[in-house]
Antibody
């Protein structure tokens, strides 16, 4: 059974940084592209970032480009999202998703940006 | 960036009725179009990929059609568990985008 478990969310001040993790199990992690998707409270889905199976290619939404960095450690079956220069508009539940399209999702971790 | 526009925003129907949801892309996405269902407090679930292929375990009352810029998700007969929000997603470009969602609510 595929499992994706996000961690690292929390309360952060505007301008701050946070690193999210997504621990994967139940599939051959190194064979799949992975993505981050966020959902602000009461809002729709917003794709944030994606990374190729090897990690050699990364992609970002315009809203986070230059502030967020996606990476992966295939030896640990873990996906990461380093977030910096956070603003109130980044407050959301951040979820990782497997493949393309996204055939499995984690439950997400809440990031709240507030002073 | 490819923009996806879903319509209607809300669909009010009764169990047993047919639901037709639309998704229009600002430029061609070929058949790289997926549909997801999301219920409150739950992660989205992949329903349809490649515009018309059902994902594993998805009942055949769900069907997808379309290509290029115009796509449709049809639920032939609504079951109580089908009342939810539905999102389309294009994954044909290096960046993915989602539509804003259509809420299917009980009339």
């Amino acid at each position: 059974e595929v499992q994706l478990l996000e961690s690292g969310g929390g309360l952060v001040q505007p301008g701050g940084s946070l690193r999210l993790s997504c621990a994967a199990s139940g599939f051959t992690f190194r064979s799949y592209a992975m993505s981050w998707v966020r959902q602000a409270p009461g809002k729709g889905l917003e794709w944030v970032s994606a990374i190729s199976p090897s990690g050699s290619s990364t992609y970002y939404a315009d809203s986070v480009k230059g502030r967020f960095t996606v990476s992966r450690d295939n030896s640990k079956s873990t996906l990461y999202l380093q977030m910096s220069s956070l603003g109130a508009e980044d407050t959301a539940i951040y979820s990782c998703a497997k493949g393309r399209p996204f055939d499995s999702w984690g439950q997400g971790t809440l990031v709240t940006v507030s002073s | 960036e490819i923009v996806l526009t879903q319509s209607p925003g809300t669909l009010s129907l009764s169990p047993g009725e047919r639901a037709t949801l639309s998704c229009r892309a600002s430029q061609s996405v070929s058949s790289y179009l997926a549909w997801y269902q999301q219920k409150p407090g739950q992660a989205p679930r992949l329903l349809i990929y490649g515009a018309s292929s059902r994902a594993t375990g998805i009942p055949d009352r769900f069907s997808g059609s379309g290509s290029a810029t115009d796509f449709t998700l049809t639920i032939s007969r609504l079951e109580p568990e089908d009342f939810a929000v539905y999102y389309c997603q294009q994954y044909g470009s290096s960046s993915c985008t989602f539509g804003q969602g259509t809420k299917v609510e009980i009339k």
